[in-house]
């Protein structure tokens, strides 16, 4: 496993959602605090080609009426059904949104499906994640009630029906902005951000270091006891599942005032943490970044960081935790690197000479180095 590509100049988004659909990465809303932000402007969205390792901005509206279009928002969830994209919840400085919108990765056209049953309220921060052809939402923080949420609804992806689950078992505390994975017919959660005063927000705030799942076919929440080293609690971190194993990345510890750039991997089936040492260049500690995985890789882009750790990965404590600065980058981990990609990084390493290398490997290596052009450099000192 090593951290291979670093490249600047991607779309420059805190608190985004984003999905895998093929070899493409589709990226959708989140914020930048250095840019105007439109509460009523279309939703942007980026898309990835893993191959290429370029990012592109689509031209959606064309087409469209404006109110098929949902609008610009932030902590947002976005699953992959098919070849479509469920977007549902999320909220811009006015309004927190229930709508449920639909995007046509092949159309590239945005729908607003016709819904019934019992919807969940506008909320931001929540989770998803799709077990078999039904989405399910956990937790969040509901703006009508001013609280912390621990419900769970689903949707039913082919009869467009939404259930509020009454679950059995003990389930996670009130809690936003944590993670949600799907393995077998079980919803893993970790992490995320709640109250001493649960449910409700009174600023005194609380992270669970806890695992559970949501057992889908009983409904009935586990807390699993996990044995070996746990992460740190914290919220607004990133999670994947790969080969039995879930991996957790970065995210945001505000009583220690602490962001992170750690990597650990629970195992489903053993039930153990372990805190993981990868070679490479990873990124810099962070929070509200996209983590996907395709294939044997994993992308990672966006998010924000205190300033003095902006690209430079550091294990070390903040000091000042509430000066960020908004990220455009994109780092690859590489759980399998194969011969050729070792060969590349050699050549970067210690700047061999490539004009005698085959076009094929001159691609490579320009597609591993060269920046992108979505997002402008930002002036650090600034």
Known sequence: MRWTTYIEGGPRRVNHAAVCIGSKIYSFGGYCSTEEYKDWDPIPVHVLNTVTLRWKSLNYTKCATVVSLPFQRYG?????????????????????????????TNKLEWSTPSVSGTVPYPKDGHSACIIKNKMYIFGGFEYIFDQYSNDVH???????????????????????????????????????????????????????????YLDTATETWVNVS????????????????????????????AKRKKH???????????????????????????????????????????????????????????????RLIDNSDLHVLDYSPSLKTLCILAVLKY??????????????????????RISRPINQSG
């Open 154 to 212: 689903c949707l039913d992806l082919d009869t467009m029906q939404w259930s509020y689950i009454n679950t059995l078992g003990t389930p996670p505390s009130h809690r936003d902005f944590h993670t949600a994975v799907a393995y077998n017919e079980r919803m893993y959660i970790y992490g995320g951000r709640g109250d001493m005063n649960n449910p409700y927000n009174s600023d005194q705030d609380i992270y669970c270091p806890l695992v559970y």
């Open 76 to 104: 947002h969830t976005a699953v992959a059904y098919g070849d479509k994209v469920y977007m549902w919840g999320g909220r811009n400085n006015v309004v927190a949104c229930d709508k449920l919108s639909c995007f046509d």
């Open 260 to 322: 992170f750039n750690d990597l650990h991997r629970y195992s489903l089936k053993g039930n153990y943490w372990e805190k993981l040492t990868v070679q490479g260049v990873g990124p810099c500690q962070r929070r509200r970044q996209a983590c996907l995985n395709y294939k044997d890789k994993v992308y990672l882009f966006g998010g924000t960081s205190p300033c003095a750790q902006n690209n430079r990965p550091s294990n070390e404590s903040d000091d000042s935790s509430e």
């Open 226 to 253: 996990a044995r070996g080293t746990w992460p740190i609690g914290r919220r607004s971190h990133s999670a994947w599942i790969y080969k039995d194993h879930m991996y957790i990345f970065g995210g945001l510890n």
């Open 351 to 372: 700047n061999l000479d490539q004009t005698s290398l085959p076009h094929d490997i001159i691609f490579d290596i320009m597609s591993m180095t060269l920046p992108n």
